[in-house]
Every structure is written in C-alpha cells, then in structure tokens.
C-alpha cells in the first residue's frame, strides 16, 4: 500500500527534471496526478509513460487563470485536491546584478514567485474547504531554492524570487496552520536537471571541471541527484508528517552548514 493511495497531486513544470521526478515518486506510492508544464509535447508524452490515472493542461504558471483551471481540473476529474507541488521555475542569466535585463528579471519574478502566489491563492481554499467539509485537508509543496535562504552572487533575481517564495510559504503556513493545510518549502542546493546541463554547456568547460567549479561552495563537493530531491519532497507531502508546517528544508549537501 502506497503512502498516496487515491490521493491526488497537482505538480506544476512536471516535464522537467524535478517535475518528472515527483510524478513519478507519487506514481509509485498510489497517487493520481494532474500535471502541467508550459512544453505542451513534453508533458503529453511523459504523461503517457506514468502508471498512474493522470490528467494534463499545459501553460504558463505566470498566468494565473492557469492555476484556477489546474484547481478545477483536479476536482473534475478526481473530486479533490491533496496535494500541490509548485515546481514551475527558470533561471536567469549567471551575471551580476546591474548586467540582469529588466525584462529578463520581471519574467523570473513572474513565473518563480508570483507563479508560487497564483498557485496557493487558489490551492488553498479548495483545501481548505475540503478540511472544512471532511476533517481531511491538505499539503502544499512549494520548490524553493538555497538561493532563497542566502546569498546567490549572480543569481541575484532569482535568489529575490526564491527568498520570496519562502516568504510566501511561512506566512500562508502560519494562516492555514489550524485549517488542515500544511505548506512547506524545499531548498534545493544544485540538482542535476537541464539547468546544470545548461550551466556545463555555457561554461565551455569540460564536465568535470565545470562541476567541481559549480560546487566549489558545497561541502559534498557535488550536485545533488534528482532522486534526492523526490525523497524530500515525498517527506513535506505525507500525511504522516502532519506536524511540519512553514518550514524551509535544505537539501543542500552541507551548504547552510558553513
């Protein structure tokens, strides 16, 4: 028996690498997924390799009808909403502050952090309502960053949306804390998805040396494996973790340990 057994999840970039690593953590343990990504072929042909009842709605978590109609979908299809996993996210330009385009930080702080906004504002009354109604509320997982709990030089944008997300996290946890919706954050050092390969293409490096120079920081001295990241994001979703709520956690190889 699954820990997620008829539960349903909503995660949002789910063609991408820690997306794609959530559906199929929850897959495993039971769940029925509705998923959605702005790569509308990608998401329709990951959804179909899933052993699990799905349903899928492409767009962009920067507008915020998307996150009403994910809401929605969920209960047309499956009667409610357990669990929501805001994973959609990009990356800006690895420069300094002053040489980040406007324009290129405005869409970052769109889709990172009022993407996140969008999404709990109408993933949390459901969830509520649904405790109201049943005793039986639900858990949101939002995918933060360590960026958002110090310093990033170079990422200075996306560290303000990421700090923003937490932000958003433990007030909203603190408001629903006695309402049956648990909300937590997970922080991200590093993970090897597209955006560390597109890091090692960029550097003109080879892998390893672009690697190592990328971890210098970290004292694993490593990326972090996407499997590591489902573990913890599996962990902020079970029920039976009912305690934890407004909480940042740091999968960071030892990061925030320095």
């Not at 029925?32 to 072929?41: A, H, Y």
């Not at 920067?62 to 357990?82: P, Q, T």
């Not at 385009?101 to 906004?117: H, Q």
């Amino acid at each position: 028996m699954g820990r997620f057994d008829g539960a349903t999840v909503l995660i949002t970039g789910a063609a991408g690498g820690l997306g794609r690593g959530a559906a199929n953590g929850f897959a495993a343990e039971g769940a029925r997924l509705v998923l959605s990504d702005i790569d509308e072929k990608a998401l329709g042909d990951f959804a179909a390799t899933l052993p699990a009842e799905t349903a899928i709605l492409p767009g962009n978590v920067a507008d915020e009808k998307l996150s009403e109609d994910l809401v929605r979908l969920a209960i047309e299809r499956f009667g409610r909403l357990d669990v929501a996993v805001n994973n959609a996210g990009i990356v800006q330009s690895f420069v300094r502050l002053p040489q980040v385009p406007s324009d290129e930080a405005r869409r970052v702080l769109e889709i990172d952090l009022l993407g996140v906004f969008y999404a709990m504002k109408h993933q949390i009354p459901q969830m509520d309502r649904q405790f109201k109604a049943t005793a039986r509320g639900g858990a949101i997982v939002n995918i933060a960053s360590v960026a958002g709990l110090v310093g990033a030089p170079k990422l200075s944008v996306y560290a303000a949306a990421k700090h923003g997300v937490v932000g958003l996290t433990k007030s909203a946890a603190a408001e629903y804390a006695t309402k049956g919706v648990r909300i937590n954050a997970i922080c991200p050092a590093h993970t090897r998805t597209a955006m560390v390969d597109s890091f090692v293409r960029a550097s003109g490096a080879p892998e390893a040396e672009a690697l190592a120079e990328l971890t210098r920081g970290v004292p694993m001295k490593r990326v972090a494996e996407v499997d590591e990241i489902t573990a913890a994001i599996l962990f902020a979703a079970d029920p039976a973790n009912s305690f934890m709520t407004g909480h940042a956690l740091a999968i960071d190889g030892g990061v925030g340990a320095i």
